[in-house]
């Protein structure tokens, strides 16, 4: 079964951190690149980053650049998203999706992660 599975989410206050796994299962990771999406209350979802599958490309949203930083470790099968000063409107539930190449259509979809930034 191909699978993705996000963990790392939680409660954070304003201006602190927080680390994101995206973990695939049933498939080589480096096959794909991978994207992290968000998506808040009442919103679309939105693209926050992504990472090419040999890890050397990275794009990120202006929102977000400067304090996310996207990576993957494929001999663990795994990619991550640093986020750093975050604030409330990054509050959202966070997506890691598979891809063809960045900027493509979305492969599938992992299940999603709650991220909430609140003092």
């Known amino acids: 079964q191909l699978q993705l599975v996000e963990s790392g989410g939680g409660l954070v206050q304003p201006g602190g951190s927080l680390r994101l796994s995206c973990a695939a299962s049933g498939f080589p990771l480096d096959a794909f690149a991978i994207g992290w999406f968000r998506q808040a209350p009442g919103k679309e979802r939105e693209g926050v980053s992504c990472i090419s599958s040999s890890g050397d490309s990275t794009t990120y949203a202006d929102s977000v650049k400067g304090r996310f930083t996207i990576s993957r470790d494929n001999a663990k099968n795994t990619a991550f998203l640093q986020m750093a000063k975050v604030n409330p409107e990054d509050t959202a539930v966070y997506y890691c999706?598979?891809?063809?190449?960045?900027?493509?259509?979305?492969?599938?979809w992992g299940q999603g992660t709650q991220v909430t930034v609140s003092s």
């Open positions: 999706a598979a891809l063809a190449r960045c900027g493509q259509p979305i492969t599938f």
